[in-house]
């Protein structure tokens, strides 16, 4: 069983940066591709950011230019680098890894690491 664990979040001002870490056990990211999701207080959920086995990214566009994904050299690990943070970027964020497979798809949540953007 594969368990998603992120870390990195915090209590930080507006302009501030914040790294969110993403690691998995019984598993290896490298083989996923892994999505950055928030949900702010009573909003949806919503993706972030993305990073696809083949190294391809994406990001939505309130955060584009601003935030950064990418993996370590093993690609064992996914981060979030968060740069110029705002208030509307208040929420906890969920790290999730999905591959598709012969028997159906492949589809791992994390519990989520808060991160608060506040003066």
């Known amino acids: 069983q594969v368990v998603i664990v992120e870390s990195g979040g915090g209590l930080v001002q507006p302009g501030g940066s914040l790294r969110l870490s993403c690691a998995a056990s019984?598993?290896?990211?490298?083989?996923?591709?892994v999505d950055w999701y928030r949900q702010a207080p009573g909003n949806q959920r919503e993706v972030v950011a993305s990073s696809s086995r083949s190294s391809y990214t994406n990001y939505t566009d309130s955060v584009k230019g601003r935030f950064t994904i990418s993996r370590d050299s093993t690609k064992a690990v996914v981060f979030l680098q968060m740069n110029n943070l705002k208030p509307q970027d208040t929420g906890t964020y969920f790290c999730n890894a999905h591959r598709p497979t012969f028997w159906g798809l492949h589809d791992y949540w994390g519990r989520g690491t808060q991160v608060v953007v506040s003066s």
């Open positions: 019984g598993g290896h990211l490298s083989i996923y591709d």
